[in-house]
């Protein structure tokens, strides 16, 4: 039993919660009060991994619009708004999500490393009554560097380490749906499995 599985991470938009479309619907409302436009081939080959700082960054940098932090954090704010609205308007939680991860909480200790705002990730977790469920979560602006650093997934294991010292990251495994949070995981030291809700498995696989 030398190598049996110690603790799961999570991410949670693509994993837990099939927000990854309204995402997409909230940045492309609030870009085009800007006059910018966002494709669903550019969100996901280019933008999902990052948290909103980073995808308004990268969205201005690649279009060539200066954005001072004011105005990006005007933009999170209202994209947050628009989220939230459509995130009321039904259960966004991938069929099966649920009892996997009540299972999983029986057996080992889980949490959440994500790219995803926190209010966003308890609202949702709080509706669905499994927030009990996840010892530790870390959300957007948690670390210096979101995914693919492997910074979210290091500190995920830092705080499930705190209430377990014996764990070890070769014997946990990050569940994620994209090569960036791929990459975060691996470079943590955590094992991995993808999930092909946002991505086709040949393109997991060849990731990291």
């Known amino acids: 039993m030398s190598g049996a599985l110690q603790a799961i991470v999570f991410d949670f938009d693509g994993v837990i919660a099939n927000s990854e479309p309204l995402h997409l619907r909230a940045y492309q409302q609030v870009l085009a009060e800007e006059g910018l436009t966002l494709t669903s081939?550019?969100?996901?080959?280019?933008?999902l991994g990052y948290d909103d700082v980073g995808a308004f960054t990268a969205l201005a940098r690649d279009r060539g619009v200066a954005m001072s932090e004011g105005q990006i954090a005007s933009l999170i704010e209202r994209k947050g708004r628009c989220l939230r609205d459509m995130l009321r308007a039904g259960d966004v939680l991938f069929p099966g999500a649920a009892d996997f991860i009540r299972g999983a909480a029986a057996a080992v200790?889980?949490?959440i490393a994500s790219g995803a705002l926190r209010h966003e990730i308890e609202e949702i977790l709080d509706a669905t009554q499994l927030r009990s469920h996840f010892l530790a979560i870390v959300a957007s602006g948690d670390t210096p560097q979101s995914k693919p650093s492997p910074?979210?997934?290091?500190l995920a294991f830092e705080l499930l380490q705190r209430?377990?010292?014996g764990l070890t990251t070769s014997r946990c495994v990050a569940i994620e749906d994209s090569q960036w949070g791929l990459e975060s995981a691996r470079g943590a030291g955590l094992r991995c499995v993808g999930v092909s809700n946002s991505y086709p498995?040949?393109?997991?696989?060849s990731a990291g």
């Open 41 to 47: 081939h550019e969100y996901f080959s280019s933008y």
């Open 163 to 165: 209430k377990d010292p």
């Open 151 to 154: 910074a979210p997934y290091a």
């Open 201 to 205: 498995a040949s393109k997991l696989t």
């Open 109 to 111: 200790p889980i949490a």
